[in-house]
């Protein structure tokens, strides 16, 4: 699995989920590292309806011996907020429980397409490697000009061998 991998797939999830409904009008997904993200640093995105932000993931490559695989363990995640009208305590709670569902909702996508891809022996890396007892959630608020919603974070445990094969070819004189 690659960054792009990961920042594609997530993309294409907000464009399908009728939650989200992201197109290049209604700008709904962005990608943001997570210091971005708890400092409020984002503009040009529509808060007034669902978004997901998704984080940059953050990982470690690991192997036992030059003869096993080598994995990359990332830390990766997304929100789901919306704006509400400042001291709306009313619409911060139900933008709280729609969002944990909405996250749920990316969940379960993410669950089917594991399974129909272990189906067809044509699972993306990215979603092969999700393993569902590693997901977090929690709450986040104010954010972004008084956006509330949910985090959701998990862990991707993938093969990266095939990527670190030595080629001279790649390496001038």
Not at 136 to 162: A, Q
Request: hydrophobic residues 35%; charged residues 25%.
């Amino acid at each position: 699995m690659t960054i792009g991998d990961y920042i594609t797939y997530f993309e294409e999830i907000a464009k399908y989920s009728v939650h989200i409904e992201h197109t290049e009008e209604n700008s709904r997904f962005t990608t943001l590292d997570i210091h971005e993200a708890l400092n409020g640093m984002i503009t040009d995105i529509d808060f007034n309806e669902f978004c997901m932000l998704l984080t940059t993931y953050e990982g470690q490559l690991s192997h036992y011996d030059y003869e096993s695989p080598v994995y990359h363990t990332s830390e990766g995640g997304f929100m789901i907020i919306k704006h509400i009208e400042q001291n709306d305590f009313r619409a911060q709670d139900e933008v709280y429980r729609e969002a944990e569902i909405v996250g749920y909702k990316i969940i379960a996508k993410i669950l089917k397409d594991k399974l129909k891809g272990a189906r067809n022996s044509e699972c993306p890396e990215l979603i092969a490697a999700f393993d569902l007892n590693t997901v977090e959630t929690m709450k986040v608020g104010p954010k972004f000009d008084n956006c509330f919603g949910m985090l959701f974070t998990f862990s991707i445990k993938s093969n990266v061998s095939k990527y670190l094969k030595y080629s001279v070819e790649d390496w001038k004189e």
